[in-house]
């Protein structure tokens, strides 16, 4: 149990097809964050939620729509995606959006592996 | 900008010996440094981080890691591997405004 669950833990979409991403976490947080993860290539932060408000979005393109109800809950609406878009999606929590101010480490979830076919 | 880069993408290492993993990163001021450790299957686990004062930081696992501001580097070490430390381990730099970046990873391999 790692304090972050991610659903689903695998998903294949096609390229007209709308899903989304869930991400609970039950440490307290207040902040929230989507990262995408390619095969070989560095994590790629894709949005930031400090307190329900979104404060980072990362050039990611208007397919990906993140939406955050509460400091709990984070998902991440998908819609018209490209084979380029599949990748490990992981979600992560910290006790503030500040790393080095807070001293408050990411905390990740187990991912969601997403194939777009 | 920050950037981190990891040289080795794999390395093999028998069950028993020292390991040693580097990180290099690019910052402009006092970096905040993490390891993290990726199994299989699941997320990234906070091996160690380093925020300040001394600059040989312990973590989980048997783990260790040295700043080394003159070399833009935070190294990982352990002096003995356990087959289950075969993993991917992430170096990330941390900047005030929170953004990680991270490197593309180490492949850990452990043979017997």
């Known amino acids: 149990e790692t304090g972050v669950t991610q659903t689903p833990r695998h998903l294949v979409m096609g390229m007209t097809n709308k899903k989304s991403l869930k991400c609970e976490q039950h440490?307290?947080?207040?902040?929230m964050y989507w990262y995408k993860q390619s095969a070989k290539k560095p994590l790629e932060l894709m949005f930031v939620?400090?307190?329900?408000?979104?404060?980072e979005n990362n050039s990611v393109p208007s397919r990906f729509s993140p939406e955050c109800p509460n400091s709990s809950h984070l998902f991440l609406h998908l819609h018209t995606l490209q084979p380029e878009d599949s990748a490990l999606y992981l979600c992560?929590?910290?006790?503030?959006?500040?790393?080095?101010?807070?001293?408050?480490?990411?905390?990740f979830g187990n991912g969601t592996r997403l194939t777009v076919t | 900008a920050q950037s981190v880069t990891q040289p080795d993408i794999h390395i093999t290492v028998s069950e028993g010996a020292s390991l040693e993993l580097r990180c290099n990163y690019s910052?402009?001021?006092?970096?905040?440094l993490f390891w993290y450790v990726q199994s299989p299957g699941q997320g990234l686990q906070l091996l160690l981080k380093?925020?300040?004062?001394?600059?040989l930081v312990q973590g989980i696992k048997g783990f260790e890691a040295e700043f080394k501001r003159s070399q833009s580097s935070f190294n990982l070490r352990k002096p003995s591997v356990h087959w289950s430390d075969a993993a991917e381990y992430f170096c990330?730099?941390?900047?005030?405004?929170?953004?990680?970046?991270f490197g593309a990873g180490t492949t850990v391999t452990v043979r017997a």
């Open positions: 939620y400090n307190f329900k408000e979104q404060t």
């Open positions: 910052y402009g001021a006092t970096p905040y």
């Open positions: 440490l307290g947080h207040n902040a």
């Open positions: 380093y925020f300040s004062g001394d600059t």
């Open positions: 990330a730099v941390g900047s005030d405004d929170y953004k990680l970046s």
């Open positions: 992560a929590s910290s006790q503030g959006a500040g790393t080095g101010s807070t001293n408050s480490p990411l905390h």
